[in-house]
């Protein structure tokens, strides 16, 4: 399993930012997806989730109705759009994948074996 996350940067306040993670070496489809945020001496924590086959979509409430999380199968990616960021988003995004996962524990780290390197995204004007 490889995940590679891209799209990280330097954004301004209130404006927009789109992570990408390619997946490779396995099934991706067939897996669920995450996206996982730690900032600076903090915990790492959950942002958003997507189901296998394109289920259903999940999201910390400190993002909702600012992020969207999408994931194009046949590309074998996964994405994360942001916007309206706000200086408390500033982290380090974690793209992950598990073969399965319940409802009850799909925002634990935990619950996901597989992890990309992470991109930087920096929020500050």
């Known amino acids: 399993v490889q995940l590679v996350e891209s799209g990280g940067g330097l954004a301004q306040p209130g404006g927009p930012l789109r992570l990408s993670c390619a997946a490779s070496g396995f099934n991706f489809r067939s897996y669920d997806m995450a996206w996982f945020r730690q900032a600076p001496g903090k915990e790492r924590e959950f942002v958003a989730a997507i189901r296998k086959y394109g289920g259903g979509t999940y999201y910390a409430d400190s993002v909702k109705g600012r992020f969207t999380i999408s994931r194009d199968n046949n590309k074998s990616t996964l994405s994360l759009q942001m916007t309206n960021l706000k200086p408390e988003d500033t982290a380090v995004y974690y793209c992950?994948?598990?073969?399965?996962?319940?409802?009850?524990?799909?925002?634990?780290?935990?619950?996901?074996?597989?992890w990309g390197q992470g991109t930087q995204v920096t929020v500050s004007s």
């Open positions: 992950a994948a598990a073969s399965s996962t319940i409802t009850s524990t799909l925002g634990r780290a935990g619950a996901y074996p597989n």
